[in-house]
């Protein structure tokens, strides 16, 4: 018999494991953005003085990204890893990177940490995994992401080791 804290402990994971998808989705934007030097927050139009919001676009096509389109790990699945207009090939960099948001925000959850090393955490894992996309692409790591990576890594740890409620959902 499950207790209905097993039942709330389940819906904690899945909330982990969902924001660690949005995360890595994340990650793949600003490492893609990072690589090809764009800005994170605006896109500078050349024939306008005017910036607007950065939104995700096909780099093939250039047609902006619905909502649909940008659900981690499913879109690519669905879409059959291709641009829903322009039929271009999307890399496997974007799932994997969300599956490896997956993989750590649940490391996370079952080292039980929460409260400030979660929120620390949450802000430094998209520049880490950026930082993971980079390195494996461009073989190199800008200079800033190495804080987040230092961030992450030792959040993790003392989440770990200082906290010390390694729960395991069995
Ligand atoms: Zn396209």
Do not use: T
């Not at 780099?59 to 879109?75: F, K």
């Amino acid at each position: 018999m499950y207790s209905s804290d097993h039942v709330v402990m389940f819906l904690i994971f899945v909330a982990y494991a969902m924001m660690g998808a949005c995360l890595g989705s994340f990650s793949g934007a600003i490492s893609y953005r990072i690589a090809h030097q764009k800005s994170w927050i605006v896109d500078h139009k050349s024939n306008s003085a005017r910036s607007q919001p950065a939104r995700s676009s096909c780099p093939s096509c250039l047609h902006q990204l619905s909502l649909w389109d940008l659900v981690p790990i499913l879109s690519w699945v669905f879409l059959k890893g291709r641009c829903r207009y322009c039929k271009a090939p999307i890399s496997v960099r974007y799932p994997i990177i969300e599956i490896c948001g997956v993989i750590a925000m649940a490391l996370f959850c079952l080292s039980g940490g929460g409260g400030i090393p979660l929120i620390l955490f949450v802000l430094a894992l998209p520049f880490s995994l950026a930082g993971f996309l980079l390195f494996i692409e461009k073989k190199k790591i800008p200079f800033y992401i190495y804080g987040a990576l230092f961030l992450s890594i030792s959040v993790f740890l003392y989440a770990v080791v200082a906290e010390n409620q390694i729960r395991w959902l069995i």
